[in-house]
């Protein structure tokens, strides 16, 4: 009983644990933030190019379309599920129009999107779990998508975060250094499970 509701397993979308999501993250910023420390002028490049990059606004806004397809398709829509031929028929209408027409910064708002998306198995990762440590997790779940909001809606911030981040030596390799200690606490985490069972 979850709220006055019953809780039932059965309906959440994903199938993703909590320590499979740490894992995942975990790994995630230690390879990104290890390239940001190692290979910093590579990584400063690709990140000034990636906001108004066509390439990589075509590659993020049809996996954005891909997903969400395929959750229409298979999910339980409850009221709306008469609606779901009809919301898989527009999608790839979306997506074209998407394409074609949202030149200004394509790639930061389907790149929201993306973070929007995948922001849902990891809370769901985390859901009802006891361990106080899976606040780690969801914590940084929501400060994601707070800037993802940011970027879907206003785009030019991640040109502005990205061009404050890489203003200065100092500052990069200190934002480096925290992603790297946040990325193996995140790794670390799950080895104390098993303890506590």
């Known amino acids: 009983m979850v709220g006055g509701v019953l809780y039932a397993p059965s309906l959440m979308i994903y199938t993703l644990k909590l320590e499979t999501a740490l894992y995942l993250v975990g790994l995630i ?5 290890a390239l940001a420390l190692f290979r910093p002028q590579a990584t400063q490049a690709w990140l000034r ?9 075509f590659v993020f806004v049809t996996v ?3 997903w969400f397809a395929w959750l229409v398709w298979t999910m339980d829509l409850g009221e709306f599920t008469p609606w779901r031929r009809t919301v898989l028929l527009a ?6 129009l998407a394409w074609q027409y949202v030149e200004e910064f394509l790639a ?7 973070v ?5 198995p990891l809370l769901e ?8 440590s ?16 940011f970027w879907v809606g206003m785009p030019f911030t991640l040109r502005n975060q990205i061009g404050w981040i890489t203003g200065g030596e100092t500052r990069w390799r200190a934002a480096a250094f925290a992603g790297l200690a946040y990325g193996a606490l995140l790794l670390v985490l799950p080895l104390t499970y098993g303890r506590h069972a």
């Open 29 to 33: 910023l230690m390879v990104a933030h």
């Open 49 to 57: 190019a990636l906001p108004r990059s066509k390439a990589l606004g």
């Open 64 to 66: 954005a379309a891909g």
């Open 91 to 96: 999608t790839p209408v979306a997506w074209w």
């Open 108 to 114: 930061v708002r389907a790149l929201g999107m993306l």
């Open 116 to 120: 929007l998306l995948g922001a849902e």
């Open 125 to 132: 990762a985390a859901f009802l779990r006891p361990e106080m």
């Open 134 to 149: 899976r606040l780690f997790l969801v914590t940084l779940v929501y400060g994601w998508i707070v800037l993802a909001l």
